[in-house]
C-alpha cells in the first residue's frame, strides 16, 4: 500500500516551543489520525479528524486537514521534553470501513531539548 | 481505556524455528486485528488483517505460508512465524479495533524479534 509523506523527518526544538509536522497522502480518504511512538514501544492514538472535518483540538494538539490539497498538520503547542517521540499520520481510506486498513506515513521524529 | 498486551516483548530465536507471538485485548472484544511490521526507524507496513473465525488477509507481498495468522477469540490473535531467517528479525506490532467503536484501533506495545 502507499504510504504518506510526512515532513520534517526530524524536527530539534527548545522546551516551551510549538512543533509543528506536516504530512501528506495520495487517496481519498474517510479520516486522518496521529498516533504518537515512543523508541521500540507501541504507538498510542492521539486524534482522529473525519474527512468532513477541517480542524480539531485536543489539549495541547491542534490537527488541521486540507482534503483538497490531500495534507494535514499536526501542531504540539507549549511543547515539553515527555513530548520527544515519533509521530505518525496513518489515514483510513474511503470505501473501507471507518478504522479499517490504516495507511501509516513516514513519521517525524520529534526530539523537545529540556 | 482499551489496552492490548503482546507476548513476549522480546524474543530471540535461532534461524530456522518457529516464533509465536500474542496479541490479546484485554478490556474489550475484538473482531478484527491487523498485524504490523515495523523495520527500525520506519513506518508501520500492515501485514494482515485477521477476522475473528475465519482466514485472515494478507497484504500484497507478505507470505502466508510464512507467517500464519489465527484468530481464535475475541480476545486474542496470534502471528506465528514460520522457519525464522534473520531477514524476519523486526519489530511486529499488532492492534484491535473494537466491536464498539471501529474508528480507532488499539496497539499493543510491540514484539522485537531477532533470528540469529
Known amino acids: 500500500s502507499q504510504q504518506g509523506e510526512e515532513d520534517p523527518q526530524a524536527l530539534s526544538i527548545q522546551e516551551g516551543e510549538n512543533a509543528t509536522m506536516n504530512c501528506s497522502y495520495k487517496?481519498?480518504?474517510?479520516?486522518l489520525q496521529w498516533y504518537r511512538q515512543n523508541s521500540g514501544r507501541g504507538l498510542v492514538h492521539l486524534i482522529l479528524?473525519?474527512?468532513?472535518?477541517r480542524e480539531k483540538h485536543s489539549g495541547r494538539l491542534r490537527v488541521t486537514l486540507d482534503t483538497s490539497k490531500k495534507s494535514s498538520s499536526l501542531l504540539i503547542t507549549a511543547s515539553r521534553a515527555a513530548d520527544t517521540a515519533s509521530y505518525f499520520c496513518?489515514?483510513?481510506?474511503?470505501?473501507?470501513?471507518?478504522?479499517?486498513?490504516?495507511?501509516f506515513g513516514t513519521g517525524t521524529r520529534l526530539a523537545v531539548r529540556p | 481505556g482499551a489496552v492490548v498486551s503482546q507476548h513476549p516483548s522480546r524474543v530471540i530465536c535461532k534461524s530456522g524455528t518457529s516464533v509465536k507471538i500474542e496479541c490479546r485485548s484485554l478490556d474489550f472484544q475484538a473482531t478484527t486485528m491487523f498485524w504490523y511490521r515495523q523495520f527500525p526507524k520506519k513506518s508501520l507496513m500492515l501485514m494482515a488483517t485477521s477476522n475473528e473465525g475465519s482466514k485472515a488477509t494478507y497484504e500484497q507481498g507478505v507470505e502466508k505460508d510464512k507467517f500464519l495468522i489465527n484468530h481464535a477469540s475475541l480476545t486474542l490473535s496470534t502471528l506465528t512465524v514460520t522457519s525464522a531467517h534473520p531477514e524476519d528479525s523486526s519489530f511486529y506490532i499488532c492492534?484491535?479495533?473494537?466491536?464498539?467503536?471501529?474508528?480507532?484501533?488499539?496497539f499493543g506495545p510491540g514484539t522485537r524479534l531477532t533470528v540469529l
Open positions: 496513518a489515514t483510513a481510506r474511503l470505501g473501507e470501513s471507518s478504522g479499517d486498513k490504516l495507511t
Open positions: 487517496t481519498s480518504i474517510n479520516n
Open positions: 479528524i473525519r474527512s468532513n472535518e
Open positions: 492492534s484491535a479495533m473494537a466491536i464498539a467503536n471501529t474508528d480507532t484501533q488499539y
